[in-house]
């Protein structure tokens, strides 16, 4: 089966550490995503990466970074986390062009980030 | 600026009933319009999209949804729920130069 995987699944941590969250698709697309889902339910986009570019969210604090060994993978870093950090990280993919469209997006089961 | 409403936060049903989850947007231009759903712990499964044609479309799970240019909206139905229905469900408008909009999604518990 095909899919969007991501781990880990949930991830505890202190403010100040670092963490790293994974992502792997299988669908052969070569656009993959990172979007921030907050406790509200909202979901924003940080991160889109098509063909080795990247085009960021300017609201995206810079502590944030992506990381991508080739279109089928898009990890997601975070420096020195932060409170505000706690929430579900989602990566998506999809075979666009790198800004959603009518494309599909086909999203992971999310990481759940919580900062003590 | 795009937006995207969903003024029900939550909604409860009993299995069988029949469904209608309202969203309305807002957007000068041709919007394309998808409804995602949400199950616990999982991530966002596509149900349907609409972008032109037929303004009622048809999607997994017998969810249907209606697009009107009239009323900036495109609601999403289905007649009779099952208990696994259970999940909050999210309509989301995007255009190509601004991206996805999502709106903050509706809580949806199917009781037996």
């Known amino acids: 089966e095909t899919a969007v995987f991501q781990t880990p699944n949930y991830h505890v941590t202190q403010v100040g550490n670092e963490v790293s969250f994974n992502c792997k698709q299988t669908l052969g697309h070569d656009t993959m995503y990172w979007y921030k889902q907050d406790s509200k339910k909202l979901l924003k986009i940080m991160f889109s990466y098509n063909n080795k570019q990247l085009i960021v969210n300017e609201t995206v604090p810079r502590r944030f970074s992506p990381q991508s060994s080739d279109k089928a993978h898009l990890n997601l870093r975070i420096k020195s986390v932060e409170p505000e950090d706690s929430a579900v990280y989602l990566c998506?993919?999809?075979?666009?062009?790198?800004?959603?469209?009518?494309?599909?997006?086909?999203f992971g089961s999310g990481t759940r980030l919580t900062v003590l | 600026a795009q937006s995207v409403t969903q003024p029900d936060a939550r909604v409860t049903v009993s299995e069988g009933a029949s469904l209608q989850l309202r969203c309305k947007y807002s957007?000068?231009?041709?919007?394309?319009l998808f409804w995602y759903v949400q199950y616990p712990r999982q991530g966002l499964q596509l149900l349907l999209k609409?972008?032109?044609?037929?303004?009622v479309v048809q999607g997994v799970n017998g969810f249907e949804a209606e697009f009107s240019k009239s009323n900036s909206s495109f609601h999403l139905r289905k007649a009779s729920v099952h208990w696994s229905d259970s999940a909050v469900y999210f309509c989301v408008l995007n255009n190509y130069a601004q991206g996805l909009t999502f709106g903050l999604g509706t809580r949806v518990s199917v009781f037996p």
């Open positions: 609409y972008y032109s044609g037929d303004p």
């Open positions: 998506a993919s999809s075979s666009g062009l790198g800004v959603p469209s009518a494309e599909t997006l086909y």
């Open positions: 957007y000068s231009g041709t919007p394309y």
